[in-house]
């Protein structure tokens, strides 16, 4: 019988240690067997200067389309959203749209918290999804030369 050691860890490490793992343990269901075998890194990728995100308010079920540029950052409810870069494969490759995004609530009284900050991609929303209880984010496609 395996035993297993909780710990009290803040919840940023616990979102990337969850995708991290997620994602290790996709590679064999894959036939992936590490690093090289991976889908390319996003340095092999093509950079674009624009994102098209669409996001969810779980409550009014109300969803919304919005284009932003690398650098620029814009408003869903109490969150703000930063593009900091946004990737694609060449076109003679599987098609495949990352986001590098830094989302971060900012409630009224508050202190600002963040609330995720890695790479989402288009193909795998689940991946490295951001866990919100009001609203979800995902990556459609890249936009620009």
Not at 20 to 43: F, I, K, N, Q, R
Not at 70 to 89: D, F, M, P, Q, Y
């Amino acid at each position: 019988m395996t035993t297993i050691q909780v710990t009290t860890t803040p919840k940023s490490l616990r979102l990337r240690g969850a995708a991290l793992a997620a994602a290790l343990l996709c590679l064999p269901a894959l036939g992936l067997t590490g690093p090289a075998d991976a889908a390319p890194v996003p340095e092999e990728m093509v950079s674009r200067h624009a994102a098209k995100l669409q996001g969810l308010d779980k409550i009014t079920a109300r969803t919304s389309t919005f284009t932003i540029a690398v650098g620029e950052t814009k408003a869903l409810g109490s969150l703000r959203i930063t593009l900091r870069a946004c990737k694609e494969n060449p076109p003679i490759e599987p098609p495949e749209t990352a986001a590098f995004l830094e989302v971060i609530e900012n409630k009224p009284g508050e202190q600002a918290e963040p609330v995720f900050s890695g790479w989402m991609f288009a193909s795998s929303p689940a991946l490295s999804a951001m866990e919100h209880p009001i609203y979800d984010v995902w990556v459609l496609s890249c936009e620009g030369d």
